[in-house]
T-cell receptor, first 115, second 113 residues
């Protein structure tokens, strides 16, 4: 079975500071992992995905994430936070081994960026 | 490029009234389609998914149903809404492979009064 745990439901950083959002996963099969961002009253937008090609994955808006199998982690980082990064972020893992395309999502982390 | 349309954006309905939310995808063929619900503080819950016309799988027992009358059309329905059906409903599509991301619509905010 697969599961995702996002550590910290709320993270607050100052503008220009490092952003680190934590995600740990559990999977009985090789995982495919995703990060999404959601702005208020909008759908989820794909930030980046890990599909086993490279462990360090670069995404949109300056975000990147590193897949660490030994730590079962896929943490999201950005060197310098912008006010526009304030949003909710979701980590997700592919559910199961079949090709249904279903994802299991973490509970989300709300990122606050202070001026 | 592929686009996904979902409507209406907001909806206020009385308890016991019917519901129909529609989602359409453009620019791709034979996508997998999904309905998720997002309740405040409870993350995203997969309600239904479909791998083809007329093929619907329900993930959780509930007051809702889904239909896929055309390849790129996915409809979420209810005959009688409950207060607990309030939430943010998201439609999504993917190519259905394990490494395929989901692509989401902009959602419908449903308030049942």
């Amino acid at each position: 079975a697969q599961s995702v745990t996002q550590l910290g439901s709320h993270v607050s950083v100052s503008e220009g500071a490092l952003v680190l959002l934590r995600c740990n996963y559990s999977s009985s099969v090789p995982p495919y992992l995703f990060w999404y961002v959601q702005y208020p009253n909008q759908g989820l937008q794909l930030l980046l995905k890990y599909t086993s090609a490279a462990t360090l994955v670069k995404g949109i808006n300056g975000f990147e994430a590193e897949f660490k199998k030994s730590e079962t982690s896929f943490h999201l980082t950005k060197p310098s936070a912008h006010m526009s990064d304030a949003a909710e972020y979701f980590c997700a893992v592919t559910k199961g081994s079949s090709n249904t395309g279903k994802l299991i999502f973490g509970q989300g982390t709300t990122l606050q960026v202070k001026p | 490029s592929q686009t996904i349309h979902q409507w209406p954006a907001t909806l206020v309905q009385p308890v016991g009234s019917p519901l129909s939310l529609e989602c359409t995808v453009e620019g791709t063929s034979n996508p997998n389609l999904y309905w998720y619900r997002q309740a405040a503080g409870r993350g995203l819950q997969l309600l239904f998914y479909s791998v083809g016309i007329g093929q619907i799988s329900s993930e959780v027992p509930q007051n809702l149903s889904a239909s896929r009358p055309q390849d790129r059309q996915f409809i979420l329905s209810s005959k009688k809404l409950l207060l607990s059906d309030s939430g943010f409903y998201l439609c999504a599509w993917s190519m259905g492979q394990r490494n395929s991301p989901l692509h989401f619509g902009n959602g419908t905010r449903l308030t049942v009064t």
